[in-house]
């Protein structure tokens, strides 16, 4: 079986184990998101565990790594259209690293991000950053690469659902007139802001790969700020 090679795009830390997505990338032909997710999780968790996704060197991948592997089959998502079932047969390999600056020549340019300014929305510290699942007749495209000209990134505490003060992390910004507040999943903002006190903070011009996922519990999709990448001229 051929192998697949993606532009990794995001990499996600989920309830300890990985969410990964990435464009296919191959020499003249165009390039499509996939997710890459398992099932060897229990209660339909489709997260990727640390020794599904990492290297023969044992390191797990990086975004912007070129990386080739194994799929099954389309894993059948009811809102994500990406979802691609991994096969762990294989081990994933690392070839190469794709340039941060050759980012624009593979940006999504869609006119929203998902349904926007209507009730249902907004969450009660977001910006456009949910909507309700019931909203979408089927799957959908559930990925973009966007250029962000200017992102603010907003430090708070808050208490979670268990009543545990938690440090949240979320980007706003203005996307073709339209204003947005998303959480941030992108675990090297974590590393770089983690010791900063609550607060906010410029991170200017960027890429920016946004995620949307249905949360069961509530019937509500929410965006992500899942990556960012510092723009470079």
């Known amino acids: 079986m051929n192998s697949t090679r993606l532009i990794i795009l995001a990499v996600s830390v989920k309830r300890k184990n990985y969410c990964v997505a990435g464009k296919k990338w191959h020499q003249n032909q165009d390039e ?76 999504d340019t869609p006119a929203t991000l998902w349904f926007v300014n209507r009730e249902g ?44 003060n938690r440090k949240r992390y979320r980007g706003s910004f203005n996307y073709n007139g339209v204003n947005y507040k998303l959480s941030i999943t992108d675990p090297n903002i974590y590393s770089e802001y983690g010791q900063l006190q609550d607060g906010e903070y410029n991170y200017g011009k960027c890429y920016a790969t946004i995620s949307m996922a249905p949360l069961e519990d509530n019937g509500n999709c929410y965006k992500f700020l899942a990556a960012l990448f510092k723009f470079k001229v």
């Open 121 to 164: 929305t907004n969450s009660k510290m977001g910006i456009n950053d949910c909507f309700p699942t019931n909203l979408l007749n089927g799957q959908t495209n559930s990925l973009y690469l966007i250029l962000i000209n200017e992102l603010t990134i907003h430090l708070t505490h808050e208490e979670d659902f268990y009543g545990n």
């Open 32 to 107: 499509i998101w996939l997710r890459p997710v398992g099932n060897s999780l229990p209660d339909g968790n489709d997260a990727l565990t640390s020794r599904e996704i990492q290297y023969n060197s044992h390191r797990i991948p990086s975004t912007l790594d070129l990386v080739d592997i194994q799929f099954l089959r389309s894993a059948n998502h009811s809102v994500q259209s990406e979802n691609h079932l991994i096969d762990t047969a294989f081990k994933w390999e690392k070839k190469g690293t794709y340039p941060v600056e050759k980012l624009s020549e593979i940006l």
